[in-house]
């Protein structure tokens, strides 16, 4: 073998063996490399299919890693480990060929193997179908073996072959619970840099809010403050407004800190919704019509969505037609609907999914200004409600946006 042969060889073997961890087998020599229990036990039951139908009395699935054999599932044999130098099926798994042999001493692919010479076994008949994934990756093979040779029959060999494949559906289920893991493990990570994160945000905005809120109290107190001047009108919605706002900082911050968790109550609608119209200052402008029902949700949430949704009335609204709004909802013994709908320029029917991923905006002629948050934001809420947000078109034009709440217990 030359250098360069070997480096390729080291390299590939590297390779191997990072991709079996990541099917959540380690190739340790002193590790099981053993899958879920779950998994186990469904591979077990593969090999003793597979041995009934060959009519042989062993059969394994080996997982071969730059520098052993692992028996992973097996029947008939105790599982082991072995080197790869060793192995009788890493002789020939990379050839992507299923390999079957009558009488193994007369192979010489076997013939001076220690499974073969009675060294470690007394293997005379074998048969072997390498595990390939559709990414073209082989972990090992699916083989049953006898002490006794043996001929395989044509439909023998197909449904050994079809076994191997369900063992690849098997570790494919592997590799994608450890996918799974794995994130879940990375969500759990950001969300506690979220939190933090949210309370450093929360407290440098909370200073200066608290001391335009102090100063906007001693303006009120001055005895030269007439209390029904405009300018008295103008600090008591400071006041108010900024007042909400801390309760939101503390609403996004315990947000964070509960990685989205909810804190459901019985909750009116028609007194969110007038919150949110005066935090936009349109009340005096008649756009918004709502109706009352009792949800099931998180007020602090309820609110940031239909403040989402009032904005973006307002910033899509059609030149065609004077702008109303109305907030409205549905209950029975499953829950509350929500729906508030408007009768600006709609959105179009191709474009309504991708309108609730975040930072997506279709930057039409005449939009107003935005972020692609506002729906993405709303949709979430729902979803962490356990509810779901859908978008429909409002009879006459317009956009419906409808969220469900299910019935709190």
Not at 216 to 230: C, G, K, R, Y
Not at 267 to 284: F, K
Not at 330 to 348: L, P, W
């Amino acid at each position: 073998m030359t250098r360069a042969q070997g480096q390729l060889a080291f390299t590939d073997d590297v390779s191997r063996d990072l991709e079996l961890q990541e099917y959540g087998l380690d190739p340790a020599a002193d590790s099981t490399l053993l899958p879920n229990a779950a998994v186990m036990s469904a591979l077990q039951n593969l090999v003793r299919l597979a041995t009934e139908l060959c009519g042989a009395p062993f059969g394994v699935v080996n997982i071969i890693s730059a520098e052993y054999q692992h028996q992973i599932g097996a029947w008939g044999v105790d599982p082991g480990i072995c080197s790869r130098e060793d192995s009788m099926c890493a002789k020939v798994f990379l050839s992507r060929e299923r390999t079957v042999v009558a009488d193994a001493s007369q192979d010489p692919r076997f013939a001076d193997n220690p499974f073969v010479t009675g060294e470690i076994g007394n293997v005379r008949f074998y048969a072997s179908v390498p595990l390939q994934t559709e990414s073209g990756f082989v972990p090992g093979t699916l083989c049953v073996f006898s002490d006794q040779t043996k001929e395989l029959r044509p439909e023998q060999v197909s449904m050994l072959e079809v076994l191997a494949k369900q063992v690849v559906e098997l570790l494919e289920l592997q590799h994608r619970t450890v996918q799974l893991d794995r994130t879940y493990a990375e969500l759990k990570d950001s969300n506690a840099k979220l939190a933090g994160f949210a309370g450093r945000v929360s407290h440098d905005l909370r200073i200066p809010l608290t001391t335009i809120l102090g100063y906007v109290e001693l303006v009120e107190d001055d005895p030269d403050m007439e209390p029904q001047s405009t300018a008295a009108r103008y600090l008591d919605r400071i006041g108010t407004s900024g007042r909400r706002m801390l309760g939101m900082l503390e609403d996004v911050l315990s947000y964070s800190r509960v990685g989205g968790g909810i804190q459901a109550g019985q909750v009116s609608l028609r007194s969110v919704a007038e919150e949110v119209i005066r935090d936009l200052g349109i009340e005096d402008q008649g756009i918004v019509e709502v109706e009352d029902l009792t949800v099931h949700a998180d007020r602090g949430q309820l609110r940031i969505l239909l403040q989402n949704l009032v904005s973006n009335a307002i910033n899509y609204r059609s030149r065609e037609r004077t702008l109303h709004v109305r907030i409205r909802g549905i209950s029975n013994y499953h829950g509350a609907t929500v729906y508030v709908e408007d009768n600006g320029k709609g959105i179009k029917p191709e474009d309504r999914a991708k309108c609730l991923e975040p930072l997506v905006r279709l930057r039409r002629e005449g939009d107003g200004p935005g972020t692609g948050l506002g729906l993405a934001t709303c949709s979430n809420i729902a979803k962490a409600h356990g509810g779901d947000l859908t978008l429909a078109e409002t009879p006459g034009g317009g956009t419906t946006v409808a969220i469900s709440f299910p019935a709190g217990s």
